[in-house]
Each structure stands twice: as structure tokens, then as C-alpha cells.
């Protein structure tokens, strides 16, 4: 093997384990799909259409069947996002000996793990803010650090049961990515408490926790700075605003400016048990998946009848699609006004997947490695005008939020 083609298989693997271990959020998602993309013989195309659960309704007592169709729906994941990063080297950079161990270090700590950290970074970034503004659950005080008045961490549990009440298995798999500020509110609110001593130490020592209200805590300054939209003084139109499993809610013709990601709720609209569908006591949270005027659309769909029926009453009766008429609308926040939004959920919540990008039939030094389902292409070609070696860095995934009942915002 040439030196230059063993250093550029050298970068691969640099720069891969470098990527696995920066990869904050993506890395805690769902990535079961990854190895359904370009399969040798049963390539897919960029979409991959994932099954969702069937949902039923009960029947109760012994009258005639109320026999119900199978309706399954499913949920795209697309790989369409390619992003990379550039480098260029003259041919002194590249004299090194890359079987030499202090070599490989150097040339790692000067040139790959920089490249890298852009890279994941802004990949980790993009996926953590695209996850949180598909969350409609959002719980804790906005304009107050989880923690800094007078200790007080119930968001903490508030998010957990949130999670817990859309259904999310309560196993060792869920996360809580947090910025260093809340973290260090946290720990202090927490000081006094008791916990186990490996947590004791790390949070005095480190000034983090491991592990609380069953989520593994990263702290990650990544998490998302929401800005509220500049008029969410707004009310309902006064007939029509919705429609059973629609996904609209028009407001009045005068009414709002909101930004996607905002997040309010609807006077009399309570969120039902998935399964029992009797009230959980709270008004029902919808988020914006786009900025609007005059109407929004949201997520959840307002399903106010059925196996998938969301909403009901306060006292758990079924709405009718009168109730949301002439409505105030509550929104998390004040207009214009931007919070930080740490997330809490639960694996399966999201998806991340990454592909092998194709190696070309005239590049001579192009490879691709693949680490814990993150694949990267490096390909190096010759600039003879410039004696130089020009490089570049290629992933391409998708992300998908598959179940947004199973994380929750917690807002500072």
C-alpha cells in the first residue's frame, strides 16, 4: 500500500472513532435501520418506510363483536442529508511515517479530530434541534433554571412521567441531554440529598450526574435555544378550527405569528390515556411544525375519536370538533422571547440512520469505514498545479422522530 493510500485509510479510522465518541445525542437514538440501506442486490432508495403498531379500541361485556379492520400506517425515514468537511495537505504534510504510533497521534490531534468535531458536532446539533422541535411535551417553568429556585428539580419527574404516560418501556433506555448551566444547577440543588456514592463523587468531582429519574444525563451544549413567535396572543376561529384527525387548527383571521416549535395548548382539551383514553389531567400540549398566521399546523393530529382518540374531555368524555371553536390558545413562553430547551426521552423516540456513500470507479484513493452504524467515505485526490492532496469527509444519514410521546422538553 502507498503512504498516501495508508493515509488516508488512517483518516477513515481516525476520524470515525473520533466521531462515535463526540456524537452526543445521535448515538443514544434508534439506529436498527442502518444496516437496511444498500444492502449488495436489495438496495432501497434513499426512503425506508418503517411499520407502526396497530391500535385498538376495547370492547367491553359480552354484546355482538364490534369487529375493527386492520389499519396499519406507516413512517418514511429519508437519507437525504449529505454534509462533510475539506481539507487540503502539500506534499511535506504528508511525509510522516504513519506506522509510527506518535505519528498517528499527531496527525490526528492537528488535522482529523478539528475536522470531526465540526462535522458531528453540526450533525448532532441538527438532529437534537429537528427531535426537540417535534416534541410537544414540555414541562418546567420558562425563564426559570431546572434547579435554581430554591433547589427545586420536579421537572425532572414531571418529564420521567410525561414519558411514562405515553407508554414509553421503562427500561435503561433513556437519556436526558442538558447544558452545562441546568447540570450545574442540578448538582447543586441535589448536594444535600442522598444518593449513591459513585453519583456523590462524579457530581463533585466532575460536576454531573450519571444517572437520575431513569435517564442516563449527557450534558451537551448543543441542546436547542427556542424562539417564541411574535404574537401568540391568539384564540381559535370561531367555527371549524379543526377536524377529527386533522392536523390544522385555524386560528382567527387577525390572529398569531408563530414560529415552529412553539408549543401551547387549547382551553377544555385534555390529553387522554393511549389505551384507557380517560383524561391524564392535563390540558394537551400541540406543537407547531411550521411558522403560521391565520393556521397552524400541529402535532400531535387532534384524534378525538377511536383507537388513536388523543384528546378528551376534562372529566374524559369524547370531544366534539365543536369544542376547539373560539378557543384560547396558551403558549409555552413569552412572545419573542427564547428559551433553552433540554430534552428527555426515550431511545426509540427518534431515529438516526447512515448509509455507505458509493466509492467511484476512477478515485484511486477512496475508502469507506463504518463504526457502530456511522459510516464515512474519505476520498483523496491529487491537485498537480498546487502539489497538494485535496481531501474530503462525506456522511449521509436521516432522522426521522418516530413516537414524539416519548420525550419531553424541559424548558429553563
Excluded at 9 to 21: Q, R
Excluded at 252 to 257: E, F, K, V
Aim: aromatic share 8%; proline share 2%; with cysteine.
Amino acid at each position: 500500500m502507498s503512504n498516501t493510500l495508508k493515509v488516508i485509510d488512517m483518516i477513515a479510522k481516525e476520524g470515525l472513532a473520533i466521531a462515535h465518541e463526540k456524537a452526543t445525542f445521535i448515538s443514544t437514538v434508534n439506529r436498527q435501520f442502518d444496516d437496511s440501506y444498500g444492502k449488495s442486490g436489495e438496495k432501497i432508495g434513499s426512503a425506508l418506510r418503517v411499520r407502526e403498531p396497530n391500535q385498538y379500541v376495547r370492547r367491553q361485556g359480552s354484546r355482538v363483536m364490534d369487529v375493527q379492520e386492520q389499519v396499519e400506517s406507516t413512517q418514511t425515514i429519508t437519507m437525504a442529508t449529505q454534509d462533510g468537511v475539506d481539507m487540503r495537505f502539500n506534499s511535506s504534510e504528508l511525509l510522516l511515517d504513519v506506522d509510527s504510533p506518535s505519528a498517528v497521534a499527531a496527525f490526528s490531534k492537528r488535522f482529523i479530530e478539528p475536522a470531526m468535531s465540526v462535522l458531528v458536532s453540526g450533525i448532532d446539533g441538527d438532529c437534537l434541534q429537528t427531535a426537540t422541535q417535534d416534541t410537544y411535551n414540555v414541562v418546567g417553568t420558562a425563564g426559570t433554571v431546572v434547579g435554581s429556585s430554591s433547589g427545586d428539580i420536579t421537572a425532572l419527574g414531571h418529564a420521567r412521567a410525561r414519558i411514562n404516560q405515553g407508554l414509553a418501556p421503562k427500561d435503561m433506555n433513556r437519556s436526558l441531554q442538558i447544558d452545562s448551566v441546568t447540570m450545574a444547577a442540578i448538582v447543586n440543588a441535589n448536594k444535600g440529598l442522598f444518593t449513591p456514592d459513585n453519583q456523590i463523587k462524579k457530581a463533585f468531582t466532575e460536576g454531573y450526574y450519571g444517572r437520575s429519574a431513569m435517564a442516563d444525563f449527557y450534558e451537551n451544549e448543543r441542546t436547542y435555544t427556542h424562539a417564541v413567535g411574535s404574537d401568540v396572543t391568539v384564540s381559535t376561529s370561531s367555527s371549524a378550527a379543526v377536524t377529527d384527525g386533522g392536523t390544522n387548527i385555524t386560528m382567527n383571521s387577525t390572529d398569531g405569528n408563530i414560529n415552529k416549535g412553539d408549543v401551547f395548548t387549547v382551553a377544555g382539551v385534555y390529553a387522554c390515556h393511549p389505551e384507557t383514553k380517560r383524561s391524564l389531567g392535563y390540558l394537551q400540549q400541540f406543537v407547531a411544525t411550521a411558522a403560521s398566521t391565520g393556521a397552524v399546523t400541529v402535532s400531535p393530529a387532534t384524534v378525538l375519536t377511536g383507537a388513536k382518540q388523543n384528546v378528551c374531555s376534562s372529566a374524559s368524555a369524547q370531544l366534539a370538533v365543536t369544542a376547539f371553536d373560539s378557543q384560547v390558545l396558551t403558549f409555552v413562553g413569552t412572545a419573542s422571547t427564547s428559551y433553552r430547551h433540554n430534552l428527555m426521552y426515550h431511545r426509540d423516540a427518534f431515529a438516526f440512520v447512515s448509509a455507505d456513500l458509493p466509492v467511484m470507479d476512477d478515485a484511486h484513493k477512496c475508502v469507506v469505514k463504518r463504526l457502530d452504524g456511522l459510516s464515512m467515505r474519505v476520498w483523496m485526490a491529487s491537485d498537480i498545479r498546487n502539489d497538494e492532496l485535496l481531501i474530503r469527509l462525506d456522511v449521509i444519514y436521516g432522522f426521522k422522530t418516530f413516537r414524539p410521546a416519548w420525550a419531553t422538553r424541559i424548558t429553563n
